[in-house]
């Protein structure tokens, strides 16, 4: 293997021993590589502190510049065991392999680390480890340029075993992995199909309903299927350059306005010292550039490319200060050139540096395109946000998510296994009991992403145990009910009233769209 991979591996390993580190020091910033692998991020205030960056997670953007070795990924995964990071949880693999690294913990500190195979797909889950090796014998933080002898075999032990695991289930796993995303695509189009039609007949959606439902990632998978016409896979590289072409995403705020979103004055340094202001595209102009010109580019306009911008939290912003005068031309009646406006700074097209800047196609005016679809995210019982006005409502159509229509977001995470069943169960009961109570409905329910908090509760080998649950509820869910509860006359009695459903010491059924006690 060349020096190259050798050196981005040794990265891996440096950065994740900082990381545990770190964490398991109460962030002492004497540690080892805290100054090139953690503060750069801390800094920015942007540093994921636990996630799985083989599911997805942020944190595998904190390796990202060296995850990719010999065409595949490597991938860090950090999840203390109640608050400990001396976990098996906390590891790095290979994706799609049980052959990890886990960390090997003196008395204060990491002093190694070791090869490991971890049988995930065996109950109970059965660990080996092999090849330990100290931190200094592998050269780690001596800032050479050069990997040793040591580091060498380690990585070549790493890489065989790699190869070896490939060689014994290739043919198994493609015959496997083809059929499996086969199916599981058709499955997802098919559940998908409704709501798909919706956006594509009104154009613009928004996603109303109980917190925690996942309706940010949902827009993101539905982004991707509307695009793609079918599931999207990351690891195509033609799938990903379509998304990455043809879609955006925007989180909405308070302080986000008119010149975020559409258009507005930038400064703009000359390099002598003197600052002055340009006319500027925002993300979402930007963005209806982009798909007219695809738009312009088919002759059956019919097949043009479909390109979605999903707006999160699209109530958090004062929506009349953020679209202007596209209050008009968002309305679906009115995409395409007979929406066509005049923008606040129109005046200053034919003075913009860039040349695809001075007009909108072939107009002086300012349209959103027929391939254009918006999706929009809100929960509309959050008190400390702007209600939408009822001539903003109309241009949209509204989709409610329900908490139990995202249950698959727990059945279908492989790493809790059996215990996804209880979860669900409690999950359904806790929400009932919500029904229960006056003064509460369906967009008050909890959703599946809180119970899926449970999974940093586990113990190593992945089971549920009873102070599992009562951090769950202390940390995650306690909080939530109590604000949904806050000025109400019996919110004590209401809460040991949820505590008790929670913990399955009562259990609730809805009959004939009535909630009773059982």
Known sequence: MDTESILKFKKILEYFVAHLNYMESGKSQDIPGYAQYIKPYEDKGNFAQTGQGYNGGTIQNQIKDWEMIDDEKLCVNIQPNFGSYRSRKCYLNWIRTGINIFAQWGDNQINGVSIGFSYWWKKPIDYKIVKPESLDKLGLYDNSDQPNSELIKFFDYFMNEIKEFHRKTSKYYKAVSEFYRDTESKKKLHENNDIINTILANRNVIFTGAPGTGKTYWTKELAAQIILNDVYDERDPAQKSMIDEQYDFVQFHPSYDYTDFVEGLRPVDDGNGNISFRREDGIFMAFCRKALKAYNEVEDKQDAPKYVFVIDEINRGELSKIFGELFFSIDPGYRG??????????????????????????????????????????????????????????????????????????????????????????????????????????????????????????????????????????????????????????????????????????????????????
């Not at 400390?384 to 109309?394: G, K, Q, T, W, Y």
């Open 337 to 518: 050139v007979k929406g066509k406006v005049k923008t606040q700074y129109h005046n200053l097209w034919k003075n913009s540096v860039d040349e695809t800047q001075k007009r909108f196609g072939d107009t002086d005016f300012f349209y959103i395109p027929e391939n254009v679809y918006i999706i929009g995210t809100m929960n509309d019982i959050d008190r400390s946000v702007e209600c939408m006005d009822f001539a903003m409502r109309r241009r949209f159509a509204f989709k409610e998510v329900l908490a139990s229509d995202r249950l698959n977001m727990i059945s279908n995470d492989k790493t809790l296994g059996k215990a996804s069943d209880e979860i669900i169960k409690r999950l359904e009961n806790l929400n009932l009991c919500i029904l229960s109570i006056q003064g509460l409905s369906s967009a008050y329910q909890i959703g599946a992403a809180y119970f899926l908090k449970l999974k940093n509760y586990l113990k190593d080998d992945n089971s549920i145990a009873p102070e599992s649950w009562e951090s769950l509820w202390k940390n995650h869910i306690y909080g939530l009910l109590f604000e949904y509860l806050r000025g109400f006359p019996d919110a004590q009695e209401s809460l040991d009233q949820l505590y008790e459903a929670f913990q399955l010491k009562s259990t609730y059924s809805q009959v004939n769209g009535k909630v009773i006690k059982s």
